[in-house]
């Protein structure tokens, strides 16, 4: 069974930055895509970000190119998302994900091609 724990939420003022951090259990995470979600009071999860297996291919949502780095190191099994700049309009639940297909070559952005998640952590930003 694979667990995600993530990190890194917290109170923020518009313009600042916030780093999350997502580690993984197992033996497997390098031969998995993984992916950032989140959900906003009153809304659906939506996608924010996904990154390949070797990191060296990223995908962001539009709202968030930019601001937002998706980055991942197999080493420590654990994917960060750097935020900056940040919006009131980034709060959210944010939650890491794992594709559910080993040695995948495409990065998704629908939530029904990841079959792990975290608990979510939540960040805040003041206007």
């Known amino acids: 069974q694979v667990q995600l724990v993530e990190s890194g939420g917290g109170l923020v003022q518009a313009g600042g930055s916030l780093r999350l951090s997502c580690a993984a259990s197992?033996?497997?995470?390098?031969?998995?895509?993984m992916g950032w979600f989140r959900r906003a009071p009153g809304k659906e999860r939506e996608f924010v970000a996904a990154?390949?297996?070797?990191?060296?291919?990223?995908y962001y949502t539009d709202s968030v190119t930019g601001r937002f780095t998706i980055s991942r190191d197999n080493a420590k099994n654990t994917v960060y998302l750097q935020m900056n700049s940040l919006k009131p309009e980034d709060t959210a639940v944010y939650y890491c994900?794992?594709?559910?297909?080993?040695?995948?070559?495409?990065?998704?952005?629908?939530?029904?091609?990841?079959?792990?998640w975290g608990q979510g952590t939540q960040v805040t930003v003041s206007s």
């Open positions: 990154i390949s297996r070797s990191g060296s291919t990223t």
């Open positions: 994900a794992r594709d559910s297909l080993a040695y995948g070559t495409t990065l998704h952005r629908l939530r029904n091609e990841y079959n792990y």
């Open positions: 197992g033996r497997t995470f390098s031969t998995y895509a």
